[in-house]
């Protein structure tokens, strides 16, 4: 049973608008939620996290929405730039971390 | 220098062959872990260790084993490796107290 689920494998956006990408979650009991982006032949790195007891967080042009009563997170990438194409994976901590299936983000110039 | 490192990088090998994949950090944490990442499934656990001399298994460790020979270093093991093992692996390393996980490069692994 997937405790985290990323159910769109890909998107495309053009240069300059706005990536989101989606994250849903069946665990009430997860308490930290971290995004992870991930280009070919390397490992994932860390992107940004958010607290269980926050709705928002933001770093540059990344923000992290979190709606608990939907068990939901959402990244958003404003403006996307080519260099943001890569896969992006979220994950919930709840003492292990449980991640999703992975979205593969195309920002086209 | 790569805080995270995994040796070998890439690794072709047959059925019922024995292969260690090693892991080394130099970032201090005192907790290591073992993923596998298949198309689609994203990343699983394989194996977890909060320090030394304490090991204990994840989510899919059937068919896997693995060593903290040191506090930086942990060897992941696969005793009589099968193709369904194909796979990238991934070794991550954390501060107790903190959530965010490092990884490292990965291993391409093929079993034939």
């Known amino acids: 049973d997937q405790q985290v689920k990323q159910n769109s494998p890909s998107l495309s956006v053009q240069e300059g608008r706005i990536s989101i990408l989606n994250c849903d979650y069946t665990?009430?009991?997860?308490?930290?939620f971290l995004w992870y982006k991930k280009y070919p032949a390397e490992g994932p790195t860390f992107l940004i996290s958010?607290?269980?007891?926050?709705d928002k967080n933001e770093d540059g042009r990344f923000t992290v929405f979190l709606n608990k009563s939907a068990k939901h997170l959402s990244l958003h990438i404003v403006p996307s730039q080519p260099g943001d194409s890569a896969v992006y994976f979220c994950?919930?901590?709840?003492?292990?971390?449980?991640f999703g299936q992975g979205t593969e983000l195309s920002v086209k110039p | 220098d790569a805080d995270v490192t995994q040796t070998p990088r890439n690794r072709i090998t047959k059925t019922g062959k024995r292969i260690m994949l090693e892991c080394s950090q130099t970032?201090?944490?005192?907790?290591m872990y073992w993923y596998r990442q298949d198309p689609g499934l994203g990343l699983r656990l394989i194996y977890y260790?909060?320090?030394?001399?304490?090991?204990n298994k994840g989510e899919i460790s059937d068919g896997y084993s693995v060593s903290r020979q040191a506090q930086a270093k942990f060897s992941l093991s696969l005793e009589s490796a099968i193709p369904n093992q194909t796979a990238l692996y991934f070794c991550?390393?954390?501060?107790?107290?903190?959530?965010?996980?490092?990884f490292g490069p990965g291993t391409r692994l093929l079993v034939l």
């Open positions: 665990n009430s009991m997860f308490d930290y």
């Open positions: 970032k201090g944490h005192d907790r």
């Open positions: 260790s909060f320090d030394v001399k304490d090991i």
């Open positions: 958010i607290s269980s007891i926050k």
């Open positions: 994950a919930a901590s709840g003492g292990k971390l449980i």
């Open positions: 991550a390393t954390k501060a107790s107290g903190l959530e965010t996980q490092y």
